[in-house]
């Protein structure tokens, strides 16, 4: 039941009232208790009733009953969102069409079909991995029609190995990618398969200039990393520039990951360079819609972006952005997202006390964010010499640290930023042994992220 409701609730009103007529359709015959079930349940969807509620709604009615009858009704609801999906795939349901023609041997009729699905597709602009997956469908399709119609006229056998061979070889990329990104986080190795023979069939390969097989195999290698990897993020990034619009929204999303990907891990090797190359991929994201999932921004990937453009100082831009992009962030964290970052753009400026008024007056429900938050106060008291407050923001610093169990490496950074900044307001720094001395500590912690602004104020 819980199940049922909880599928139930997350319909949009629209999709909703689609499945109500669904089930109260003759389509797909329905039990008729399971639609009472629904209706009854349908009422209830804005605020769901408790357990305890449910089961005494049906006291009277055999267990065994409500248990069939919720199975009857998800039954139904699984069939109408698989439905759904197939409307979302244009091509795919095209080429089903053709195959269903043709299993009533009409075989012109499914010609015809093959026609208009084969002009729809070759118009769609997209020519992602979804393209050369319904490529392969029609081809196949054609393949066996032509046999139906006679086998003299079977004649596009090699273009159905072709379209077999990129549908796969763009797959196959793609869950390599996938694999990479996951390894690099989980330190879990996986059996890659057919991924190396493939790798070595594309070397000097024409299907190399097919973008989504060039796109997936340059992202494999940047991502793969090593001394040979810039040239491959340069080709994404030139397939980005060039072919963004030829791919849906979801692939330009993960194309666009993989580059900004390659960009962070060499920003954290300290190649300062790829600030700008990370920057650019942003704004290009952006002007394509790739960094948005179902038309949200990450506050992530907000918080991200503007750390970008204010470490460029390019204090214009991020202003817009700021703000031309606040309400695209999840509504529970648009305020915190927003005042966090105003705090980072007029502390960045410099404007100190209009930094501090937006810390001050907001609550962040993520731990490191509440941290970050912490941080820059602290920096700020101690450009404005206010000793007290800066301890007092220390202090709550290393409380909270205490009551949180889970930050892992991250508690050792925030401990160790407390420790140096109590040094450096406690230590006469008119004193060249004394500043040497912290200067030598800061170098060698091994986890500091705040280092560049500690030695900075030595």
């Given at each position: 039941?819980?199940?049922?409701?909880?599928?139930?609730?997350?319909?949009?009103?629209?999709?909703?009232?689609?499945?109500?007529?669904?089930?109260?359709?003759?389509?797909?015959?329905?039990?008729?208790?399971?639609?009472?079930?629904?209706?009854?349940?349908?009422?209830?969807?804005?605020?769901?009733?408790?357990?305890?509620?449910?089961?005494?709604?049906?006291?009277?009615?055999?267990?065994?009953?409500?248990?069939?009858?919720?199975?009857?009704?998800?039954?139904?609801?699984?069939?109408?969102?698989?439905?759904?999906?197939?409307?979302?795939?244009?091509?795919?349901?095209?080429?089903?069409?053709?195959?269903?023609?043709?299993?009533?041997?009409?075989?012109?009729?499914?010609?015809?079909?093959?026609?208009?699905?084969?002009?729809?597709?070759?118009?769609?602009?997209?020519?992602?991995?979804?393209?050369?997956?319904?490529?392969?469908?029609?081809?196949?399709?054609a393949y066996?029609?032509?046999?139906?119609?006679?086998?003299?006229?079977?004649?596009?056998?090699?273009?159905?190995?072709?379209?077999q061979?990129?549908?796969?070889?763009?797959?196959?990329?793609?869950?390599?990618?996938?694999?990479?990104?996951?390894?690099?986080?989980?330190?879990?190795?996986?059996?890659?398969?057919?991924?190396?023979?493939?790798?070595?069939?594309?070397?000097?390969?024409?299907?190399?200039?097919?973008?989504?097989?060039?796109?997936?195999y340059?992202?494999?290698?940047?991502?793969?990393?090593?001394?040979?990897?810039?040239?491959?993020?340069?080709?994404?990034?030139?397939?980005?520039?060039?072919?963004?619009?030829n791919?849906?929204?979801?692939?330009?999303?993960?194309l666009?990951?993989?580059?900004?990907?390659?960009?962070?891990?060499?920003?954290?090797?300290?190649?300062?360079?790829?600030?700008?190359?990370i920057?650019?991929?942003?704004?290009?994201?952006?002007?394509?819609?790739?960094?948005?999932e179902?038309?949200?921004?990450?506050?992530?990937?907000?918080?991200n972006?503007?750390?970008?453009?204010?470490?460029?100082?390019?204090?214009?831009?991020?202003?817009?952005?700021?703000?031309?992009?606040?309400?695209?962030?999840?509504?529970?964290?648009?305020?915190?997202?927003?005042?966090?970052?105003?705090?980072?753009?007029?502390?960045?400026?410099?404007?100190?006390?209009?930094?501090?008024?937006?810390?001050?007056?907001?609550?962040?429900?993520?731990?490191?964010?509440?941290?970050?938050?912490?941080?820059?106060?602290?920096?700020?008291?101690?450009?404005?010499?206010?000793?007290?407050?800066?301890?007092?923001?220390?202090?709550?610093?290393?409380?909270?640290?205490?009551?949180?169990?889970?930050?892992?490496?991250?508690?050792?950074?925030?401990?160790?930023?407390?420790?140096?900044?109590?040094?450096?307001?406690?230590?006469?720094?008119?004193?060249?042994?004394?500043?040497?001395?912290?200067?030598?500590?800061?170098?060698?912690?091994?986890?500091?992220?705040?280092?560049?602004?500690?030695?900075?104020?030595?």
């Amino acid at each position: 039941m819980q199940s049922l409701l909880a599928i139930l609730q997350a319909l949009p009103k629209e999709r909703l009232r689609m499945f109500d007529k669904w089930v109260h359709g003759s389509y797909f015959p329905i039990h008729p208790d399971a639609i009472a079930l629904f209706d009854l349940l349908k009422n209830r969807l804005d605020a769901p009733p408790e357990r305890k509620e449910l089961e005494r709604d049906f006291a009277p009615v055999d267990p065994r009953r409500v248990y069939h009858l919720c199975n009857y009704l998800q039954e139904a609801l699984e069939r109408f969102l698989a439905l759904e999906q197939a409307f979302e795939h244009r091509h795919l349901r095209h080429s089903d069409v053709v195959t269903a023609l043709r299993k009533l041997r009409l075989s012109e009729e499914a010609a015809g079909m093959m026609r208009y699905a084969r002009r729809r597709l070759e118009q769609d602009v997209h020519r992602g991995l979804d393209y050369h997956e319904a490529d392969y469908r029609l081809q196949t399709e054609a393949y066996y029609l032509s046999l139906q119609q006679g086998r003299a006229k079977t004649f596009n056998a090699q273009q159905l190995s072709d379209a077999q061979d990129v549908a796969f070889i763009c797959a196959k990329l793609r869950t390599g990618c996938l694999l990479l990104s996951h390894q690099s986080v989980s330190q879990q190795t996986y059996d890659k398969g057919l991924l190396d023979p493939v790798l070595t069939f594309l070397e000097g390969h024409p299907y190399l200039d097919i973008p989504a097989v060039a796109a997936y195999y340059h992202g494999y290698f940047a991502q793969l990393g090593g001394a040979g990897s810039e040239p491959h993020f340069l080709q994404l990034k030139t397939l980005l520039q060039e072919k963004a619009a030829n791919f849906s929204t979801a692939e330009t999303h993960d194309l666009f990951l993989l580059a900004i990907n390659f960009c962070i891990r060499n920003i954290n090797r300290q190649n300062e360079r790829y600030f700008r190359e990370i920057f650019e991929l942003y704004q290009a994201g952006l002007q394509h819609g790739a960094l948005l999932e179902d038309g949200l921004l990450s506050r992530w990937t907000y918080n991200n972006i503007i750390s970008t453009g204010l470490r460029l100082k390019e204090f214009s831009w991020v202003w817009d952005f700021l703000h031309e992009f606040a309400p695209q962030i999840q509504e529970e964290h648009r305020e915190g997202a927003k005042h966090y970052n105003l705090a980072r753009y007029h502390y960045e400026k410099g404007e100190l006390r209009d930094a501090m008024r937006h810390l001050l007056h907001m609550e962040y429900d993520d731990v490191l964010q509440n941290l970050s938050a912490k941080v820059l106060l602290c920096k700020i008291y101690f450009t404005l010499q206010e000793t007290d407050a800066l301890e007092n923001q220390l202090s709550s610093i290393q409380i909270y640290i205490r009551r949180k169990k889970v930050l892992g490496y991250h508690r050792d950074n925030y401990m160790a930023f407390v420790k140096f900044t109590r040094k450096l307001a406690l230590t006469n720094l008119n004193s060249a042994s004394e500043r040497t001395k912290i200067r030598q500590e800061v170098e060698a912690a091994p986890v500091l992220t705040e280092r560049d602004w500690l030695l900075a104020k030595l």
